[in-house]
């Protein structure tokens, strides 16, 4: 295997503790070289935040690396082993065509998986290529950077190579490979393998490492396991109320695309709603609807159901017993789930405290804009800042509206903090502007038939902070042309 002598030069500082647990969990693999790499897209503000040199990983030489040509000292090239519930069904998986290159350590010390996506073909890859298509590696790029500008737990994109290569989907497209960066590929999927390897001590195994990753304070508690299923229910509700407060649809909430870490991971044919509607779904796939908005939840909550369920073996040597505790623990995650997202409306409404018909404030809302198709991110907008926004304009004309309008100012009234101390609240948690999928299409249209990455470049800057509410930030916030058909996103497999 081909090392890079400029690791020290590139910053890298890898280590690859994936390769002390048992090696059911993990094959080491073979680089796929690529011929022509070229690299169109690198965020160097995240390569300085992981102690990298983007001076250095943007040469010839640090290419090679994004591109999986080569690999910097102390790599250990593998793809994780991992099953999951696709779509309800469970089927052993893993990284068909993803290679964690190793862990980056950083200057203070945290410790990021550095993935390359689209490098080729692994002993996961069933019929696949390994492969990957620029259009969707641009399409995660955009939407995981968006994702952290809105102040979402989230995986995050290093770079995107293009490899000189065709791949074949449906027609000839340009090949790419995504750098990923995250606190770690721990999926409730990697539990379920674990599980089916029928092996209580391989389990152990991967408990063990999954508290060393990410949660060190529980180690050593009466009962780490307990403490870990607490841990992982209580990150998945923050996480999922977070979407739901902006108006993210993950697309597919497979057990293998939930991260223990309480990170979103996996952007496939994700996507924000424009009108707001409970049952919105975008993925070509998802013809059930099982992924919709409002189905997000209760579906974090059976994928978490069945991260509980690998743990028995753990909680209580007893079956039943464990059973019982765990149903126990499962039951507190739509509680904690509610709390978070009332908070965060409390916040999007200038809310600083909590009365009981606050729920029932914000369902008669919610009741209004799907009745009269308002515009989810611009709906808030217009009550942060009282004027008229793209897509509510009907809604703010209607009686009901302004007998809802004044419900909510004698709420406001109720509370001790000034009417700007609430607008201030709202600034900074209702965005001036998501990644919106017209945008967002656009910006991959020019990139991928026209080489022109401006338009990119532009939409992240403005992604970048959405709270500021520049004027830059206003013409992002203007909703696309009418259309009859339905906006559909697909995987990009």
Request: aromatic fraction near 10%.
């Amino acid at each position: 295997m081909t090392k890079s002598k400029e690791s020290n030069e590139q910053g890298w500082n890898l280590h690859t503790s994936y390769t002390n647990l048992p090696e059911a969990f993990y094959s080491t693999i073979n680089l796929n070289p690529v011929s022509s790499p070229e690299l169109p897209v690198f965020n160097d503000s995240l390569a300085k935040t992981l102690g990298l040199n983007p001076d250095e990983l943007k040469s010839d030489e640090g290419v090679e690396v994004l591109a999986g040509n080569r690999m910097p000292e102390g790599s250990i090239p593998l793809a994780e082993a991992y099953a999951g519930h696709q779509f309800g069904n469970f089927t052993m998986l893993g990284d068909g065509r993803a290679l964690l290159i190793g862990e980056q350590v950083t200057p203070d010390k945290k410790r990021f998986d550095i993935q390359l996506k689209g490098s080729g073909p692994t002993p996961y890859s069933r019929r696949g290529d390994g492969r990957a298509s620029l259009g969707p590696m641009l399409r995660e790029y955009i939407i995981s950077e968006g994702m952290h500008g809105l102040g979402i737990s989230t995986s995050r994109s290093l770079s995107v190579v293009t490899t000189g290569e065709k791949i074949r989907r449906e027609t000839f497209e340009t090949g790419a490979i995504l750098t990923r960066v995250a606190s770690s590929h721990l999926r409730v999927g990697t539990f379920q393998y674990a599980l089916a390897l029928d092996d209580v001590k391989k389990l152990k195994a991967l408990a063990d490492y999954t508290m060393y990753r990410h949660f060190p304070e529980i180690k050593d508690d009466e009962d780490p396991y307990l403490s870990l299923l607490r841990k992982v229910i209580e990150r998945q509700a923050e996480l999922i109320s977070q979407w739901m407060l902006v108006g993210f649809i993950h697309g597919v909430m497979n057990t293998d695309n939930m991260a223990i870490s309480g990170e979103t991971i996996d952007y496939g044919p994700c996507a924000f709603m424009d009108t707001y509607h409970p049952g919105t779904v975008f993925s070509s796939i998802d013809v059930q609807g099982r992924y919709a908005y409002a189905n997000q939840p209760p579906i974090a909550g059976w994928n978490l159901a069945r991260f509980a369920e690998t743990l028995l073996p753990l909680l209580h040597d007893d079956q039943d017993e464990a059973v019982k505790i765990a149903q126990e623990e499962m039951g507190v995650f739509t509680d904690l789930y509610r709390e978070n997202w009332l908070t965060g409306m409390r916040a999007k409404l200038g809310l600083f405290n909590e009365e009981e018909d606050d729920q029932s404030l914000i369902q008669d809302l919610f009741k209004l804009m799907e009745e009269y198709k308002a515009d989810f991110t611009n709906t808030f907008l217009a009550l942060t800042f009282d004027k008229e926004t793209d897509g509510v304009q009907v809604l703010l004309g209607t009686d009901e509206f302004k007998k809802w309008k004044e419900r909510w100012k004698e709420r406001l009234g109720r509370q001790e903090q000034s009417m700007e101390e609430s607008h201030e609240l709202m600034r900074n948690h209702n965005p001036a502007l998501i990644p919106r999928n017209h945008r967002v299409e656009e910006a991959l249209e020019a990139a991928v038939e026209k080489e022109d990455y401006s338009m990119m470049e532009r939409l992240l800057n403005a992604l970048s902070n959405p709270y500021e509410h520049t004027t830059e930030q206003a013409e992002y916030a203007k909703l696309p042309p009418d259309s009859d058909r339905p906006y559909r996103t697909f995987c990009g497999t």
